[in-house]
């Protein structure tokens, strides 16, 4: 229970660094003077890095372990959020930019440890409940997160941008210089917090794994170039990147599609917790019905379902009404990255940290897809662009209906 309860503590501190994003992309849109497709580096700096770093990770684990690497993985989120200092004082949309990729340099460590513990930390059959236990405590931190970073950024910021549009040139930068000073003392806070947690892990009891110990008939034999042959983790890798792609999307575009529905951004602003509420409410009834009424593919069928449903009704609605949809999108994607994980990982063995590493490239998803919906946004408009969640959706339901079965019959035919 007690590891559980540490780790659970971490995917809070995933949740508060990562759903922050959401706010900081409208914020830097104004700040920096960005188009859309501008805005959304921002999360393609943040998830590219767990492309990039996904594999050294889960090659330092094997050095370092699991407790001692997680607390690496604070530390280097605690140089990137202090990089956003410098930024600010400067004003340069690339220093926040670099600071981000190092954010996410440090939860891809934190990744590629955290969520293959939690799947092997008991029955496979119910791992997606546990996942979802520790969604819950992401979704909670992802609701606090935007609620209090838009406090401090977005406070007022529509009669600024109303001011701005009014003023000389010189007087537009001093404006948004100061404008920029206001993520200072927020991201000073942030990494006074992430190095005192880097320091808790590191002296903390937390247990090691050892992914033969967890299933030594799978892992007799095996070499790590056999991860080829689990065509099943292959599929989930897929789905995985297509998967993060639509929550990224979901979370970080709402303030901006809310804005341009004409809601005032200082209502706007509270849309990114709207998602992640009603994420909150799909974890819950993933922890009280996986597996005892429902598997974890049937969650994953039924989770793609709602999205593509969710997905169609943002596209062909107006107004707040549309907007809502998306924030109901939090809800059909909840039990999705929490079924997808011991899909993909079922009987990988020894070959644990690998798949896990791959499983964490795949979070790069979240660095391309929403940049191609930027490019939407900027040469149609933000509804239309949501098209692209449905192709995405439809990959996802194709996993879980026939993708992940394929998968297993291949890697029983080469075994």
């Known amino acids: 229970m007690r590891p559980l309860v540490i780790i659970g503590f971490l995917f809070f501190v995933f949740g508060f660094v990562t759903w922050m994003n959401s706010v900081l992309v409208p914020y830097l849109q104004i700040a ?3 188009n859309h497709f501008q805005s959304q580096l921002v999360g393609f700096a943040f998830y590219i890095s767990y492309f990039v770093m996904a594999v050294p990770s889960g090659m330092l684990l094997k050095k370092t372990g699991f407790k001692n690497g997680m607390a690496l993985g604070l530390a280097v989120m605690a140089v990137g959020s202090l990089v956003f200092i410098p930024a600010a004082l400067a004003r340069t949309f690339e220093l926040f930019l670099i600071g981000l990729f190092i954010q996410g340099t440090g939860l891809a460590i934190l990744q590629t440890a955290s969520n293959p513990y939690v799947t092997v930390l008991g029955p496979m059959e119910s791992a997606a409940q546990r996942i979802s236990l520790m969604g819950i405590c992401n979704g909670v931190a992802g609701i606090l997160g935007p609620l209090a970073l838009g406090f401090v950024l977005l406070d007022n910021t529509q009669e600024q941008i109303d001011a ?3 003023l000389s040139v010189v007087e537009r930068a001093q404006e948004l210089d100061a404008l920029a000073l206001k993520v200072i003392n927020p ?3 942030i990494t006074i917090v992430l190095v005192a947690l880097a320091v808790f892990m590191q002296k903390s009891t937390l247990p090691e794994l050892d992914g033969e110990a967890i299933d030594p008939e ?4 095996k070499k790590p170039a056999g991860i080829w042959s689990h065509a099943h983790l292959l599929l989930g890798v897929v789905t995985l990147f297509f998967y993060t792609g639509v929550e990224v999307i979901a979370g970080n575009t709402i303030i901006g599609y809310a804005s341009f529905k004409g809601v005032d951004m200082a209502s706007a602003r509270f849309f990114t917790s709207f998602t992640l509420t009603s994420m ?12 005892r009424f429902i598997s974890q593919r049937t969650a994953l069928t039924s989770s793609a379902v709602l999205g593509i449903a969710f997905a169609l009704a943002a596209i062909f609605t107006e107004g707040s009404t549309s907007v809502f949809f998306i924030a109901f999108l939090g809800f059909a994607n909840a039990l999705v990255f929490p079924s997808i994980w011991p899909l993909a990982l079922d009987g990988l063995g020894a070959l644990l940290n690998l798949g896990s590493a791959l499983l964490v490239m795949a979070i790069a998803g979240g660095a391309v897809i929403p940049l191609i919906y930027g490019y939407y946004a900027d040469h149609h408009d933000p509804q239309s662009a949501y098209w692209l969640l449905v192709p995405c959706y439809l990959f996802i339901l194709y996993y879980s209906l026939s993708g992940y ?6 890697q029983t035919f080469n075994a």
């Open 218 to 221: 799978v892992s007799k034999d």
């Open 164 to 166: 701005i549009a009014l």
């Open 280 to 291: 909150l409410a799909g974890y819950l009834i993933g922890i009280f019905t996986i597996p």
């Open 405 to 410: 079965k394929a998968g297993k019959r291949e």
């Open 187 to 189: 991201y000073i806070v």
């Open 32 to 34: 920096c003077e960005l």
